[in-house]
């Protein structure tokens, strides 16, 4: 069609439908030939509008993103992927007992797949299930998705790479070391993160020092545990296996454990966990052992989710870009689709300063 041609006036000039066919609020749901008429271009050319190709003129796509606008047009993932061969959906699959980690993690995806016509969905799973791989291959299959973003543990788990490689699923692996291939792998470094928590510790006169670990079965517990102990170690400190208490990345766990390091004589002046949720936890157990935070006990945490603010005292605690991260791990699995080069990602952890922790008790 010839982009001079003048549009007609609405998508009902043309093919008025009943609203048993997509009519809302006595408007017919406008169709991409539609907004191809509208715009006086070819449905080709919407398309491409649509898949952010660069191979459209600048004042042909403002034509016909004025017209995509006004008529509140959006393709349909099922109908694009019929139309592609493939779905425009990427997955997430997760196996991570923190709420708002998952929540952030989400939200950042949701940033990242912002206008490029991809739509999120989420699969949670349970690795110590026997049928956690075969359950996987099923939902990539069943949905025909065009990729897989996995974060921790998940995407600590080689068999599942293992899987999507063999049916020939992109993907993303966010993780706290370096894991597989650079186009595949978000980098956090957790352990550079948990050396500055041992680094301010220790800074506060502390000598002892617990430390409050995540379940074995996450990557992100070692790292964080080794980078403690590299911080400790470069003040001549160390930790036993007695300042150490395993927890589960839950706030409940954070209580059990807080209460196991302050009933101790001699009880330790300052206790790392990590994640904010356990530290969230050992806040309440010291207010049950009648102790005042960061007076008797300074308490630091990892992640600085929300919930970091929203305690008392504020924990000062590491923070990670979780959201962020998200985002890139959408924004490197659509690159796929445009042939765009994906270097390994990586991100760095800070430390925040708050009211959680102090100098040691006199």
């Known amino acids: 069609m010839n982009s001079s041609k003048t549009p007609s006036s609405s998508p009902e000039a043309s093919s008025p439908e009943s609203s048993e066919n997509g009519v809302e609020g006595g ?55 019929l139309a592609f061969r493939r779905s425009f959906l990427i997955g997430m699959i997760y196996d991570n007992p923190n709420p708002q980690y998952v929540v952030n993690m989400q939200l950042g995806l949701l940033d990242g797949m912002r206008g490029s016509g991809f739509e999120l969905v989420v699969h949670p799973c349970n ?40 049916i020939g699923c992109s993907y993303i692996r966010i993780a706290s070391v370096e894991l597989d291939k650079p186009e595949h792998m978000i980098v956090g470094h957790d352990r550079m993160g948990a050396a500055a928590a041992a680094q301010h510790i220790v800074g506060l006169g502390h ?33 036993t296996e007695n300042d150490i208490v395993q927890g ?33 936890g050992v806040l309440q157990s010291a207010r049950k052992a009648g102790l005042s935070v960061p007076q008797d006990v300074s308490v630091v945490g990892f992640d600085d989710f929300q919930i ?8 000062t605690t590491v923070h990670t870009p979780t ?39 006199v």
């Open 27 to 81: 408007r017919r749901r406008a169709t991409i030939n539609d907004i191809a008429r509208l715009a006086g271009v070819s449905k080709k050319t919407v398309s491409r509008v649509i898949n952010q190709s660069p191979f459209v003129r600048d004042e042909t796509r403002e034509r016909i993103e004025a017209v995509i606008a006004e008529w509140g047009y959006a393709p349909d993932p099922q109908a694009r992927g």
């Open 248 to 280: 589960a990345y839950t706030f409940e766990s954070g209580v059990a454990c807080g209460d196991v390091l302050l009933a101790r004589t001699p009880r330790p002046t300052a206790i790392f966990c990590g994640n904010d949720e356990m530290a969230a």
């Open 207 to 239: 000598k002892r020092i617990a430390f409050i670990s995540g379940p074995e079965s996450f990557r992100s517990s070692h790292e964080r545990r080794g980078g403690f102990e590299d911080g400790l170690a470069e003040s001549g400190l160390k930790l």
């Open 127 to 166: 690795r110590a299930s026997p049928t956690f791989l075969q359950d996987v291959r099923s939902f990539v299959e069943r949905q025909k998705l065009f990729g897989v973003v996995l974060p921790p543990s998940v995407s600590e788990d080689e068999r599942v790479a293992k899987l999507l490689n063999e």
């Open 323 to 361: 959201r962020e991260i998200g985002k890139m791990a959408a924004e490197k699995l659509i690159g796929v689709e445009r042939r765009e080069p994906r270097d390994m990602t990586k991100t760095e952890p800070s430390l925040v300063v708050r009211e959680s922790s102090g100098p040691v008790p």
């Open 308 to 315: 970091a603010q929203a305690v008392w005292p504020p924990l």
